[in-house]
């Protein structure tokens, strides 16, 4: 009985290394992109992909790119869904998101204050079901009566422009939420700092509502903010062609941000775009998954680069890039290969070819 036992198994050892040997084996680049991130795992994405805190002059909460819908059906039209979305910045990177579908998305800013206003987003996406319950909690007013799934930007925010702001109360209350999300839930380190700064960002739009600019704070720019777009303003703006296409414009685009947030697959990494790790590590992960960068929102970042282009240029020809991957930038020229986008002497967004923009750059710097 005992021989027989140990030939069957001597049997059984055989056929699982024969089907082991016949496994197609996993070769580099074939891991694919993952489905959800472990909060460990965001976590230490966010720590290794990440350059010391950085200065920028403003501590840019908002956008104010009004023409930055205009190159999205262009955007749409030269790249694929399901690929890697990067930026810089706040919430216009949510607009491009919600229309280009990607399966992952890093955005990278110089300052650790643009993590901080990362965190405060995704923590009221994943704790609001919907955009009117979104909207709410981002400026501490209570949900008007009324809206509904259907419901449009401009009802959105005409709906709330008649509702009084919270008082301080209902404010700690929403910043507690938001960091026991973080903290509790999530269980990221977070450290004092980025708490306060976390609550930094979280009471600038309470105190200045859907009226908030660029310029509210003063931080930078005291002095000019009424020069610039509000929130409102934003989130109700069209591509040029009437369609609504900001990330609250419909709970389609608001869902394809929040599905990200609930995933952890929406990383912000504090990074100088010229600095020697951030986009690197960024562009050494997605290698290693077989994935492309479809689209990278730079602002107007390069503006602030002077002699350092060479190194931001040579950071992104290390990124895994196809023929399609574009540069989303600001300008105040037209666009590229001709037609300039929106009008008048504000910033206009533009598209480019990132590989033809890298073409020479290398990899190695």
Not at 254 to 263: G, M, S
Not at 279 to 307: D, H, M, P, T, W
Not at 335 to 361: Q, W
Request: overall charge positive.
């Amino acid at each position: 009985m005992q021989s027989r036992r140990s030939f069957l198994a001597g049997i059984a050892l055989i056929l699982c290394a024969g089907v082991l040997s016949s496994a197609p084996a996993v070769r580099f680049g074939e891991a694919g992109l993952p489905n959800r991130l472990s909060d460990e795992e965001f976590w230490r994405m966010n720590a290794d992909f990440s350059e010391p805190d950085g200065y920028f002059r403003s501590d840019n909460l908002l956008s104010n790119e009004i023409w930055l819908q205009y190159v999205i059906p262009d955007l749409i039209k030269r790249t694929q869904p399901g690929g890697v979305y990067m930026g810089v910045g706040p919430e216009q990177n949510f607009t491009y998101i919600a229309a280009l579908k990607p399966k992952m998305a890093f955005i990278t800013d110089i300052r650790r204050g643009n993590m901080h206003t990362q965190l405060m987003y995704k923590a009221l996406f994943e704790l609001s079901r919907e955009r009117a319950d979104f909207v709410s909690r981002l400026f501490t007013r209570k949900r008007p009566d009324g809206l509904q799934a259907k419901s449009t930007a401009q009802e959105i925010f005409q709906a709330f422009d008649a509702v009084a702001t919270g008082d301080e109360a209902a404010f700690k209350e929403n910043l507690k939420a938001i960091s026991d999300h973080l903290v509790r839930k999530h269980k990221f380190p977070l450290s004092e700092g980025d708490l306060a700064g976390i609550e930094y960002v979280y009471r600038s739009f309470y105190t200045f509502g859907p009226a908030i600019r660029y310029g509210s704070s003063g931080q930078g720019f005291r002095g000019r903010g009424g020069n610039f777009v509000t929130y409102a303003d934003l989130m109700t703006q069209s591509d040029g062609n009437g369609v609504s296409r900001s990330f609250l414009a419909s709970e389609e685009n608001y869902r394809v941000v929040k599905d990200l947030q609930d995933k952890n697959l929406l990383i912000p990494v504090v990074g100088d775009f010229s600095g020697p790790k951030a986009i690197r590590s960024v562009g050494k992960y997605l290698k290693e998954r077989g994935a492309i960068v479809s689209a990278f929102y730079l602002s107007n970042v390069e503006q602030y680069l002077g002699g350092a282009w060479g190194s931001f240029c040579s950071n992104v020809a290390s990124l895994p890039l196809d023929d399609k991957s574009t540069f989303i930038r600001a300008s105040r020229n037209g666009y590229y290969g001709g037609g300039g986008y929106g009008g008048g002497g504000g910033l206009m967004n533009v598209l480019g070819s990132m590989l033809a923009e890298t073409k020479g750059c290398g990899e190695s710097r």
